[in-house]
């Protein structure tokens, strides 16, 4: 059976982006050991005491602790294990076998080309594996196949999106990386590259092997340091010319970041363009979920341009978005912009365009020397198609922010009525107003029995007169001291 012949699977509902948390709620002694259903390593252990309740507690906290910083951590919490681990009902599949079966039978229509081996983990998607190829009549020649399921955000009917990503090896730009070959079927999409010995823009930041597991090159890099300021102007100002290009296009993207930068030279080519045409959710969207002002693919772009140039910058990504105050850069032009794109007057106002980055003092006097022209021809139904499917990622994205925000506002509801100080306040009120009830109880019962005893003497004294007995005069009586 051809690639193409594969029957349609639909795609993965799944948002592999969204935070997973864990938290552990109890242990179990079993065997005399004190178990909480994780494989991970443990906080110290002791050999004596080590059913005592309090040292129970204490490894629980620090276990939690643990998870903790797993889960807040972008690339640990994004890893295939992690997800396994917490979640193993969504993520149970074989991902590399599956890959394995849809990249075989693409062999059997397509002989020219071998896998020379897998690229375990190169990547941080889940679900998509890598493989380094060779062409039969060209083995000296290194190619990198890259395969995909659909994603949540897949909104392209099945024969638009097949047309759309065979147009990909169209595409010219001095920019974007090209594209040697590219199929799909119904469930899924493969796509061939050139091998690029010097890695990405991000391998070149941390300094690591392009071949290396995502999670070894850049979990815990030994020596963190940014670039020059020429190449971050430079590299800078050739992504927002690529960005402005595809917005003009109307090609959605969204999927900006420094491992999607291929470094060819002193030139920064854009990778990835068909992640968008399989629905597949950013590598930020975790953050720019939290802003509801960040709400369309272009405002996606300049947000994520705002990390790719802090991570150009100082070497690292920073350390939580919004951010509050920037460390000293090469220039206050790069403060400048990284201010507009990740301040939390940024988050909070809205992004600047691509169009007005391009004029800021960073990039405006860095000068483009390039003889290619960019092409790529997208048919007039196909743009409409896009312009569709554009609006629907739009779309869901607002609906997870609404969600994100009305969620944010219950938990510090909570948090404030269930916070020490409001407890407080809650009691002062109550005591005040047991007070209140009692003193109005009090008045009440008072002027009850004034009532009664002005009704009773007004029925003991008051002397029957006829209309014509006269009224005897008043009478006062001064009592002398004793």
């Known amino acids: 059976m051809a690639f193409m012949e594969k029957p349609p699977a639909g795609k993965v509902l799944l948002d592999d982006t969204v935070p997973l948390t864990a938290a552990i709620e109890a242990s179990q002694s079993l065997q005399s050991h004190t178990i909480a259903g994780l494989s991970l390593p443990l906080p110290p252990k002791k050999l004596i005491g080590n059913m005592d309740r309090e040292f129970i507690a204490e490894r629980q906290k620090g276990l939690q602790n643990y998870l903790n910083v797993i889960t807040t951590n972008h690339i640990l919490s994004n890893c295939e294990l992690v997800k396994k681990f917490l979640d193993p009902n969504n993520y149970s599949a074989n991902y590399t076998e599956i890959a394995l079966q849809q990249v075989s039978m693409f062999f059997?229509?397509?002989?020219?080309?071998?896998?020379?081996?897998?690229?375990?983990?190169?990547?941080?998607?889940?679900?998509?594996?890598?493989?380094?190829?060779?062409?039969?009549?060209?083995?000296?020649?290194?190619?990198?196949?890259?395969?995909?399921?659909?994603?949540p955000d897949k909104y392209l009917s099945d024969k638009d999106f097949q047309c759309l990503i065979k147009l990909l090896p169209s595409c010219l730009h001095p920019y974007i990386y090209r594209v040697t070959f590219a199929t799909a079927n119904e469930s899924s999409a493969l796509l061939i590259r050139m091998f690029n010995e010097k890695g990405t823009l991000k391998d070149l930041i941390y300094k690591a092997k392009p071949k290396d597991p995502f999670l070894k090159k850049y979990c815990n890099p030994k020596k963190i340091q940014g670039l020059e300021l020429q190449q971050i102007k430079t590299y800078g100002r050739q992504i927002l010319e690529v960005l402005k290009f595809l917005h003009d296009k109307g090609f959605p993207y969204g999927h900006l970041h420094t491992s999607n930068v291929m470094l060819d030279g002193d030139t920064c080519r854009l990778l990835d363009l068909e992640n968008s045409l399989l629905g597949l959710p950013a590598f930020y969207r975790s953050y720019f979920s939290q802003f509801r002002k960040i709400n369309t693919l272009e405002s996606v772009d300049v947000h994520c341009f705002g990390h790719l140039l802090y991570e150009m910058t100082y070497g690292r990504p920073p350390d939580s978005v919004p951010v509050d105050s920037f460390p000293p850069a090469p220039s206050m032009a790069v403060v400048a912009v990284l201010e507009s794109t990740l301040s939390c007057e940024a988050c909070k106002n809205g992004m600047p365009t691509v169009s007005r980055l391009l004029q800021m003092p960073l990039f405006s006097d860095v000068l483009l020397t390039t003889s290619e022209k960019p092409q790529f021809k997208i048919p007039t139904k196909l743009k409409e198609a896009l312009r569709i499917a554009k609006e629907c990622i739009e779309k869901r994205l607002i609906e997870e922010q609404k969600q994100i925000h009305q969620h944010r506002r219950l938990t510090r509801a909570q948090s404030h009525h269930g916070s020490e100080e409001e407890r407080k306040k809650r009691k002062i009120l109550a005591r005040k107003k047991s007070k209140r009830s009692a003193l109005e109880n009090s008045e009440e019962h008072s002027a009850k029995y004034n009532n009664s005893n002005n009704s009773a003497g007004s029925g003991a004294s008051s002397p029957l007169t006829s209309p014509s007995s006269p009224t005897p005069p008043s009478t006062s009586v001064e009592h002398a001291p004793f």
């Open 108 to 151: 059997r229509s397509e002989p020219k080309w071998e896998v020379v081996e897998p690229l375990k983990d190169i990547g941080w998607r889940i679900r998509k594996k890598y493989f380094l190829m060779k062409i039969k009549n060209q083995p000296k020649e290194r190619l990198v196949l890259s395969w995909a399921d659909l994603g």
